[in-house]
């Protein structure tokens, strides 16, 4: 790691030595916050499934649009699954397992299996030996440097901002989440829920388009889903793949480091913290995913300690991100592949 880096790093651990203790009260769930949560956001979610469909044998583009602004409800609603999974949303573990179910019914997302992924994400984030679960893929230079041409095109391709965010999160969401590649030892039970819970939501989704209509349910759900998973995609990309993000072999992490140099603070207008359920507030939910979304403000707002060291980006200044590759080791950030090849001209220069 860099001198300059380092120097960071020790002053970033020096100030939030206590960090533990600062979190503590911010992690208690409170009922009738997650209660007025599930309100606000299954109610305007629900009002615009209904308005959706009803809309479809006038204006299909009038119902995409409405499908955008429905995505970021579905992204609330998931935002409480994901807490559920975290067993933060509410007091009651089983009472968190049957709420996160339900919202899997919406999001289309299985619960339990996505949950234990999740998990050992947070577990992970930021070494280098975990990078491809739960997280998006990329290589480091030095990787991308021994790739022949095929591989160095297929990773160019794959991480081509059209792929990257438009195909992928439909093959996630349709592939990735139905068919699991990943079997730790004892993943058994996980599995067997991943796939009974696949089986029920289609067999929902079967049930509603016989009801109201399969050229209709595919058209307003289809449409919330995808715009849904595009949003998704580009938060979690944004908050772990920023320029300066933290990854370091399993031997040189520090758990601290990661969360708060790993992850991004989102700094994005109050509504659409709303609509995200706080969950630009990534680098306070690594360091603990016991904190609540709807305490993730709160906790900020009243330390702004720990706010110091993370990195802060607005939605225009996370746009550039997109040109994020490649992991420079030496350099200890992310590089474009501009930044890449520029450095491999200069270096066959010099030699």
Same mark, same amino acid.
């Given at each position: 790691?860099?001198?300059s880096?380092?120097?960071? %790093?020790?002053?970033?651990q020096?100030?939030l ?13 409170n009922?009738w ?21 009803? #809309? /479809?044998?006038?204006? %299909?583009?009038?119902t ?6 429905n995505?970021?409800? *579905?992204?609330? !609603?998931?935002? !409480?699954?994901?807490? =559920? ?5 509410? $007091?009651?573990?089983?009472v968190?397992?049957a709420v996160?179910? @339900? =919202? ?7 619960? #339990?299996?996505? $949950? ?6 947070h577990?992970?984030?930021?070494? *280098? ?8 893929n990329?290589?480091?230079?030095e ?13 160019? @391709?794959?991480?081509?901002?059209l792929?990257?965010?438009? /195909?992928?999160? /439909?093959?996630?969401?349709? %592939?990735i989440?139905?068919?699991s590649k ?7 039970? @996980?599995?067997r829920?991943?796939?009974i ?7 929902t989704?079967?049930g ?6 399969w ?10 889903v995808?715009f849904?998973?595009?949003i998704?995609?580009?938060f979690?990309? %944004? ?7 933290y990854?370091?072999w ?13 992850? #991004? ?12 359920g706080n969950?630009g507030?990534h ?5 603990s995913?016991? !904190? ?5 403000r ?6 702004p ?20 590759? *490649? ?7 992310m590089?474009?592949?501009r ?13």
């Open positions: 790691m860099a001198k880096n380092q120097l960071g %790093v020790d002053d970033l020096q100030s030595k206590h960090w533990k203790s600062i979190i503590a009260e911010y992690q208690q769930a009922t916050r997650a209660i007025g949560q599930l309100f606000t956001s299954f109610g305007p979610f629900l009002a615009l499934w209904v308005l959706m469909y009803f #809309t /479809v044998q006038y204006s %299909v583009w009038l995409l649009a409405l499908g955008l602004v995505a970021f409800f *579905l992204v609330r !609603i998931f935002i !409480i699954q994901h807490d =559920c999974g975290h067993y933060s949303f509410l $007091a009651k573990r089983k968190n397992d996160g179910f @339900v =919202c899997s019914f919406f999001s289309s997302i299985p619960y #339990t299996y996505w $949950a234990r992924v999740h998990s050992f994400h577990g992970h984030t930021g070494q *280098l030996e975990h990078r491809d679960i739960g997280d998006i990329f290589v480091t230079a990787e991308f440097r021994n790739f022949g041409r095929w591989g160095k095109l297929k990773y160019r @391709v794959f991480r081509s901002p792929v990257l965010f438009l /195909v992928v999160p /439909v093959i996630y969401f349709s %592939v989440l139905r068919i990943i079997n730790f030892p004892g993943w058994s039970p @996980v599995i829920k991943q796939n819970n696949n089986l029920l939501i289609l067999l989704y079967a509603i388009g016989y009801l109201v209509g050229r209709a349910f595919l058209i307003v759900q289809g449409s919330i995808f849904f998973s595009i998704a995609f580009w979690f990309y %944004v908050q772990h793949q920023h320029d300066h993000t990854m370091q399993s031997k040189n992490w520090d758990y601290l480091t990661a969360a708060i140099k790993g992850a #991004t603070f989102y700094k994005l207008p109050r509504f659409m913290h709303f609509l995200t969950i507030y680098h306070l939910h690594h360091l995913s016991r !904190i609540p979304n709807y305490n993730l709160r906790c900020a707002r009243e330390n300690v720990l706010q110091v060291h993370v990195t802060q980006l607005t939605f225009l200044k996370s746009l550039p991100l997109m040109f994020n590759k *490649l992991w420079d080791e030496e350099k200890q950030r590089i474009s592949f930044e890449f090849y520029r450095h491999e001209a200069m270096s066959s220069a010099a030699s």
